[in-house]
């Protein structure tokens, strides 16, 4: 079956689902969004909507180009920051599932140069624990705040397996063991770290013999039809491309935004993933039919299962492989939520968030072009608007 023939079935599919609203709750759902994005000041904002492991709308607002007035489409690819860690994950488990990596195996056991915590070198570091970020390695944000190609643009010139090297391994131009390491045991203390995320994108280079980007893209991106999705820049073939945005405090009554630079980093698999929602909806309708895309059985139901459970429960509680049971961190939210398995992105111009429930095969996305800087805007998008699609979903209605 072509690309295209694919597409086509999935644009009808999306289609029948949006019938099954009626255009006055669609109505409605455009004007509490365009509110809530003019009042959180974000320049331009594309969202999905999932209903029993299917997408039934998508919506756009705003603009992808601000300066340019070039306006968001539902094709429009969005950075996507820290929701990419999700689909490095994934990749973990499929060389899990095949057989090739251990989960609760010391990666010293795949790489080729050794790496572990210098404050307890005897201790194994697993890529369980990288995917919790449990393992005891800690991220040196000055360092890697650095790295990113803001001035000029583009992808970074460094390699992944440069980057792992030299912040990891003694001698390397990147390595502190004060910075980069934790004073604690592995399994015992969380510290959110993207570097543990590229190590586990370089473990994939290592065991699969491929380029992870070429991985992902074989063994994710192609069997969920994930046609708009890329980690480098230099692989998209048009121009829209959402460009990261900063909003400018100004006098006048209307909101203004600045560009920036399409930028990336050496550690890319920690959040350099460009897509749109509809391709991300793919990967998350994965997960909500048990591992099946379009009755094809692509991933074993316990390997979901697993994906979704939380793993270390006395020192972790609400942690699973890569996705959080508590990533709004506010007890007034979850009064009124339940605790779903969600993820957030923070990069400079980006803001991205995803929560689902696989009990009821439900959930949304929502991805922005513009750091939420304010209280306000930071409760609009990451509760406000997640509650809005969540509670929309399980009523199949807009009130």
């Not at 969005?78 to 251990?102: H, N, Q, W």
């Not at 070198?121 to 890529?127: H, M, S």
């Not at 995917?131 to 360092?143: A, G, I, R, V």
């Not at 290592?206 to 890329?230: C, H, Q, R």
């Amino acid at each position: 079956m072509s690309k295209v023939f694919k597409t086509f079935i999935m644009v009808l599919l999306t289609l029948s689902a949006v019938m099954d609203m009626n255009a006055q709750s669609l109505k409605k759902l455009d004007k509490y969004f365009k509110r809530k994005m003019n009042k959180a000041n974000i320049a331009g904002m594309q969202m999905a909507l999932i209903k029993e492991g299917q997408t039934q709308w998508i919506g756009s607002y705003g603009y992808r180009d601000f300066e340019s007035s070039l306006p968001v489409n539902d094709n429009t690819l969005f950075m996507i920051a820290s929701c990419s860690k999700p689909v490095t994950a994934l990749g973990v488990l499929r060389l899990y599932e095949d057989g090739l990596l251990d989960l609760d195996q010391d990666i010293n056991a795949y790489l080729p140069f050794k790496i572990f915590n210098p404050n307890y070198p005897n201790t194994l570091v697993t890529c369980r624990m990288l995917m919790t970020h449990m393992s005891s390695f800690k991220d040196n944000t000055e360092t890697m705040n650095a790295l990113y190609t803001m001035e000029k643009g583009g992808d970074s010139p460094e390699s992944l397996e440069s980057f792992v090297k030299n912040y990891f391994v003694e001698g390397g131009k990147y390595y502190n063991q004060e910075t980069n390491f934790m004073n604690a045991i592995p399994t015992t203390e969380k510290s959110y770290c993207n570097a543990g995320y590229a190590l586990l994108g370089y473990i994939i280079e290592v065991i699969s013999g491929k380029s992870f980007n070429e991985f992902i893209a074989e063994k994710i991106f192609e069997p969920l039809d994930m046609t708009s999705s890329y980690w480098f820049l230099s692989q998209i073939k048009d121009d829209n491309i959402s460009k990261p945005h900063e909003y400018v405090e100004n006098d006048s009554k209307t909101a203004h935004y600045k560009t920036l630079n399409h930028y990336g980093y050496p550690d890319y698999p920690d959040g350099q993933l460009r897509t749109n929602v509809a391709d991300y909806a793919q990967f998350i309708n994965l997960i909500l039919n048990k591992g099946k895309h379009n009755g094809i059985q692509l991933f074993k139901e316990e390997t979901i299962t697993e994906f979704l459970k939380v793993q270390y429960p006395e020192t972790n509680e609400y942690q699973a492989l890569a996705w959080n049971y508590n990533e709004f961190d506010n007890w007034i939210y979850y009064l009124l939520m339940a605790r779903l398995p969600s993820h957030t992105g923070v990069d400079p111009g980006v803001a991205t968030v995803v929560s689902f429930d696989p009990e009821k095969k439900m959930g949304a996305i929502i991805f922005s072009n513009t750091l939420t800087t304010s209280f306000i805007g930071h409760k609009i998008f990451y509760q406000e608007m997640m509650k809005k699609l969540l509670k929309t979903a399980e009523r199949n209605k807009i009130n």
